[in-house]
């Protein structure tokens, strides 16, 4: 009887735990999220990773809801995809770029597209390189801000561009592959 007993709490606990509200994630009081940049430019200079001979040199600037991205990845086959995203730390150290962490989501969200509802601050769309192997970037990082310290802020954190494109559904990351270049985001 004991064990009918036991078995049954611990399914209605089981039961209350999964139909409980789950907690959604926001910014703290301490985690504030600013609404403009300090820093009127930024930089970035990549350097390969993975082995790749991937490289390149981006300019990002404040514009509208965030940060815009501008300039060129050389290295990458003819004619392919490449994801590429801001990542939570400014570390390019480990071999494989792997010391970037995971994509700067300072808001909790899930992966994503830029432009729809949820998605990361540093989802931004695919690059394509051209005959040459020559990614001309114009690409927009919503919800990031240039300086100023607050938890949005994009200086200091990594570019890394991967071996395939985002796929805008695969969680946490796209399935963008590996890290084929990495840079830190610079102020000026």
Do not use: W
């Not at 040459?132 to 927009?140: C, I, L, P, W």
């Amino acid at each position: 009887m004991k064990t009918v007993l036991l078995a049954g709490a611990a399914a209605l606990t089981l039961a209350a735990c999964a139909t409980a509200p789950q907690p959604e994630v926001v910014a703290s009081s301490s985690m504030k999220l600013a609404t403009a940049s300090t820093l009127s430019a930024a930089s970035v200079n990549l350097a390969s990773a993975s082995g790749s001979l991937v490289s390149g040199s981006l300019k990002l600037m404040p514009m509208g809801d965030g940060v815009h991205l501008t300039g060129e990845v050389g290295g990458l086959a003819p004619g392919s995809t490449h994801a590429i995203h801001i990542h939570e730390k400014g570390d390019c150290s480990a071999a494989d770029a792997s010391s970037a962490g995971g994509h700067f989501n300072p808001t909790g969200e899930p992966h994503g597209k830029i432009g729809t509802p949820t998605h990361h601050a540093g989802d931004m769309n695919n690059i394509v390189a051209n005959a040459d192997g020559v990614a001309s970037v114009n690409v927009h990082a919503q919800g990031v801000v240039l300086g100023g310290g607050a938890a949005n802020d994009g200086v200091g954190r990594a570019v890394v561009v991967h071996a395939a494109a985002d796929d805008y559904a695969s969680q946490p990351s796209g399935n963008a592959g590996a890290r084929v270049a990495c840079g830190v985001i610079t102020a000026g």
